[in-house]
C-alpha cells in the first residue's frame, strides 16, 4: 500500500496549540519543552519502494524515521521513548500509533496526520490515548516549490 500523492511533500509548520501541556505530560523537561516549543519543524514525507520516509527538521534536533504502512517496527520517538510503532492510513489520514513497553511507564501516543485542501494543508493531532484531555494541534501548509527564472520546467 502506497500513500497518495497529495501526502507527499514538505510541510512548515505555522501554528501549534496544546504542546507544552502535551510534552509536559510525556515527562519532557521544562528546558527542552521551552525549546520545542520554539520550534516551527519542516516535516518531510516522501515515498520510494514502498518505505515510507518522515523527516522532521529543525534547528535544534532532526529526526527521520523509514517504515512500511502496517508493519511495526521500534521507534526511538523525539521525547526519548522506545515504542513499538505502527502506522496506518485511513482516507486522508496517516496514523502513528506509539506503544512503548508497559514496564517503563511511558504512554502510548498516537499521531494522526490530517491532509486537507488537496494537501496543501496538514493538521498534526497528538494524543495520549490513556488521557483525552491531553488535545495537541499543529498546523502545517505544504511548501511550494518555486522555480526559478531560468531554470527549465521538469518533465516528472
Known amino acids: ?15 501549534s496549540e496544546g504542546f507544552d501541556e502535551f510534552m509536559y505530560e510525556m515527562g519532557v523537561n521544562i528546558f527542552t ?6 520550534l516551527y519543524p519542516l516535516q518531510q514525507i516522501s ?15 532532526n529526526i527521520k524515521i523509514t517504515f512500511k504502512l502496517g508493519t ?3 521507534e526511538y520517538t523525539a521525547d526519548g521513548r522506545y515504542t513499538q510503532t505502527v502506522a496506518t492510513l485511513d482516507d486522508n489520514k496517516l496514523i502513528k500509533v506509539q506503544t512503548p513497553d508497559v514496564s517503563t511507564g511511558y504512554h502510548t501516543t498516537q499521531e494522526v496526520r490530517e ?19 491531553i488535545v495537541c494541534t499543529r498546523f502545517y501548509r505544504r511548501v511550494e516549490q518555486v522555480e526559478q527564472p531560468g531554470e527549465p520546467e521538469s518533465s516528472d
Open 72 to 74: 511495526a517496527w521500534e
Open 115 to 133: 491532509f486537507k485542501e488537496d494537501g496543501k494543508v496538514m493538521v498534526l493531532h497528538l494524543s495520549i490515548p490513556a488521557k483525552p484531555e
Open 47 to 61: 515515498q520510494h519502494d514502498g518505505d515510507i520516509t518522515l523527516e522532521t527538521l529543525t534547528s535544534f534536533k
Open 1 to 15: 500500500m502506497a500513500l497518495p500523492d497529495f501526502m507527499i511533500g514538505d510541510f512548515q509548520m505555522e501554528t
Open 33 to 38: 519543552r521551552k525549546i520545542g516549543n520554539s
